[in-house]
């Protein structure tokens, strides 16, 4: 059964736009249902999932937002903890580094499937996302609804992958329509 995306999807300069939101949470739920992943068959309770991977995707249409994590954004593990060492002791920065960082991962392998091997990224975005869930819990003191939803994508990293892979192909489409010489300059 396919279900009509009739959500507008307008661009609201400096804000995120609720209609994008929407668009994109639809997108993702109907690649749940396409793969059988619905939430009544899973172990734990999933659409604050939903709304995670929604709020990540909608930040990456943002120019400004891409423009402010590009400085904390790494492509290797060793500069990762050489820029949490600097961050030291501030709780908040260490976290918002694992935290961009596993996004960034997660979206490179689900939603532009950069990595060919993706087993080393797999084993990154588990550990960043675990990192980022426990820096939570301490930044606050208690478990958080964050932290919890980043202990989720650490555990099921494979599910949520298969979810943004089948958004790409069935819904997103446009990574096969850029001609392969323009693509770094997109990812640029």
């Known amino acids: 059964m396919s279900v009509r ?6 661009l609201l300069p400096g804000r995120m736009s609720e209609g994008t939101f929407g668009a994109v949470l639809q997108i993702l739920l109907k690649a749940r249902l ?29 120019p400004q937002y891409l423009k402010t994590i590009s400085g904390i954004l790494t492509s290797r593990d060793v500069d990762l903890y050489q820029a949490i060492d600097r961050a030291m002791p ?13 996004d960034d991962l997660l979206l490179s392998l689900g939603i532009f499937h950069l990595e ?6 797999l084993g990154r975005i588990k550990e960043y996302y675990a990192c980022a869930s426990e820096c939570q819990k301490r930044i606050y ?29 069935e819904y997103l489409n446009f990574v096969q329509q850029i001609p392969d010489e323009n693509l770094p300059d997109l990812l640029r």
Do not use: W
Request: charged fraction near 30%; proline fraction near 5%.
């Open 90 to 102: 501030d709780k908040a920065h260490v976290y918002r580094i694992y935290k961009v960082n596993a």
């Open 141 to 169: 003191g208690k478990p958080t609804a964050v932290a919890e939803i980043q202990n989720k994508l650490s555990e099921s990293t494979e599910r949520y992958l298969a979810i943004l892979a089948r958004a790409r192909r």
């Open 5 to 10: 995306l009739s959500t507008p999807c307008i």
């Open 34 to 62: 396409d793969l059988r992943l619905d939430s009544s068959g899973s172990r734990f309770y999933e659409e604050d999932v939903n709304a995670y991977l929604g709020g990540v995707l909608v930040s990456y249409i943002d």
């Open 116 to 121: 060919q091997r993706p087993e080393p990224e």
